[in-house]
């Protein structure tokens, strides 16, 4: 790769050039990396709910051409000026939020949520000179959230790559540099539950399966998963969960059936959907004195959370969380030993594997519900 040092590189990427249409294979110029920024040889990438909700482009600014992508994972090929803790055919993550180490949020041991390098889904440059790395023909392409995965090459901001064990297959790994780690995350980090303890995980797409994998490996003896999908039932039983309750099966509210299996209500509660009501049962769910309820999905911009303040002056805790409270260079290594020491295990999220050339079709399988994570293998 030292060949490539310094020099524009052309590669395949896919490009979305307006929303909702398919994504076009083309050829890209990757310039080099400029101050603080790290440029990556990407061999496997994943698709995330995120790629898809701003590939069509509904809800938020559009920006295009574009190239998507945040679930990855692959070697450093080059670095740029003032980059020193990480060289040339390091193996690592990028990630969508970063690390500076240097802001109040970063030497905060209860934050991950860094000042220069939080998420910023309308961004489409980088931060050094406001300029795209990608172009074509000299016009520039667009990043998506500071990663652009979906390219063979890419240049990310040093403070959101994970340099990781050299051994960890990137192939399984790469789904950490966002959803499984969100889940995780929000289990083991914040809501914390006890070996023995109740824990009620609303939604069990992969995010949620993340969550029920962590208290599964924090002990939990009783895994409630909620959605109103039966089919996903069997699946979640692979990741810990023990029971099932279907809210349309029900007259009641969820969190009163919930109440009633429980004797007064679960240890803890995840929620993982962002639709407001089952953030509502998510907390109202959890037992007074001592429950906790953290939320992780993102709500609609109008949405209102509403419930009693008695619910809360008896003894309930509702958290919130971002990337499950892990600091991307700092922590995300750590999760990566817990695979390899095969405490986590990350095969079974993983349902679809395509070649790059088959992107669009992993677009298809999000947009059905089909499967759990779909890795696309950039080498031909």
């Known amino acids: 790769m030292s060949s490539t040092i310094g020099q524009v590189i052309r590669c395949k990427a896919a490009v979305a050039w307006?929303?909702?249409?398919?994504?076009?294979?083309?050829?890209?110029?990757?310039?080099?990396?400029?101050?603080?920024?790290?440029?990556?040889?990407?061999?496997?990438?994943?698709?995330?709910?995120?790629?898809?909700?701003?590939?069509?482009?509904?809800?938020?600014?559009?920006?295009?051409?574009?190239?998507?992508?945040?679930?990855?994972?692959?070697?450093?090929?080059?670095?740029?000026?003032?980059?020193?803790?990480?060289?040339?055919?390091?193996?690592?993550?990028?990630v969508f939020t970063g690390e500076c180490k240097d802001c109040?949020?970063?030497?905060?041991?209860?934050?991950n949520m860094c000042s220069l390098l939080r998420i910023n889904t309308d961004r489409g440059v980088m931060i050094h000179d406001g300029q795209s790395r990608f172009s074509i023909n000299g016009k520039p392409i667009y990043h998506f959230v500071g990663t652009s995965t979906f390219s063979e090459y890419t240049v990310v901001h040093v403070g959101c790559v994970a340099k990781i064990n050299p051994l960890a297959p990137l192939d399984k790994?790469?789904?950490?540099?966002?959803?499984?780690?969100?889940?995780?995350?929000?289990?083991?980090?914040?809501?914390?539950?006890?070996?023995?303890?109740?824990?009620?995980?609303?939604?069990?797409?992969?995010?949620?399966?993340?969550?029920?994998?962590?208290?599964?490996?924090?002990?939990?003896?009783?895994?409630?998963?909620?959605?109103?999908?039966?089919?996903?039932?069997?699946?979640?039983?692979?990741?810990?969960?023990?029971?099932?309750?279907?809210?349309?099966?029900?007259?009641?509210?969820?969190?009163?059936?919930?109440?009633?299996?429980?004797?007064?209500?679960?240890?803890?509660?995840?929620?993982?959907?962002?639709?407001?009501?089952?953030?509502?049962?998510?907390?109202?769910?959890?037992?007074?004195?001592?429950g906790v309820a953290v939320l992780v999905g993102v709500p609609h911009k109008e949405a209102v959370f509403k419930t009693h303040p008695m619910n809360l002056l008896n003894e309930r805790t509702l958290k919130g969380t971002f990337f499950g409270n892990y600091k991307p260079r700092s922590d995300l290594p750590s999760v990566v030993e817990k695979y390899m020491n095969r405490e986590l295990e990350l095969?079974?999220?993983?349902?679809?594997?395509?070649?790059?050339?088959?992107?669009?079709k992993a677009f298809d399988l999000m947009l059905k519900g089909e499967g759990l994570r779909c890795i696309i293998t950039m080498k031909d």
């Open 18 to 94: 307006e929303a909702g249409k398919p994504l076009v294979i083309e050829e890209v110029e990757v310039a080099p990396p400029q101050k603080m920024e790290v440029r990556i040889k990407i061999l496997y990438t994943s698709l995330c709910h995120t790629d898809v909700y701003f590939w069509e482009a509904k809800g938020q600014n559009p920006v295009f051409p574009r190239i998507l992508g945040h679930e990855a994972a692959g070697i450093v090929e080059s670095v740029g000026e003032g980059v020193i803790e990480l060289a040339p055919g390091d193996h690592v993550l990028p």
């Open 104 to 111: 109040a949020h970063c030497k905060s041991e209860e934050s």
């Open 173 to 290: 790994v790469c789904v950490l540099s966002c959803g499984i780690s969100t889940g995780l995350g929000a289990t083991l980090n914040v809501a914390k539950p006890t070996k023995g303890s109740s824990v009620a995980i609303f939604g069990l797409g992969a995010v949620g399966l993340a969550a029920a994998e962590g208290a599964r490996i924090a002990g939990a003896s009783r895994i409630i998963g909620v959605d109103l999908n039966a089919s996903r039932f069997e699946e979640a039983k692979k990741f810990g969960v023990t029971e099932f309750v279907n809210p349309k099966d029900h007259s009641k509210p969820v969190q009163e059936i919930i109440a009633e299996m429980t004797d007064g209500g679960v240890d803890r509660s995840v929620e993982c959907t962002g639709h407001i009501d089952a953030m509502i049962s998510a907390f109202e769910c959890v037992h007074d004195g001592w």
């Open 347 to 360: 095969e079974k999220f993983i349902t679809h594997t395509l070649p790059f050339a088959q992107i669009n």
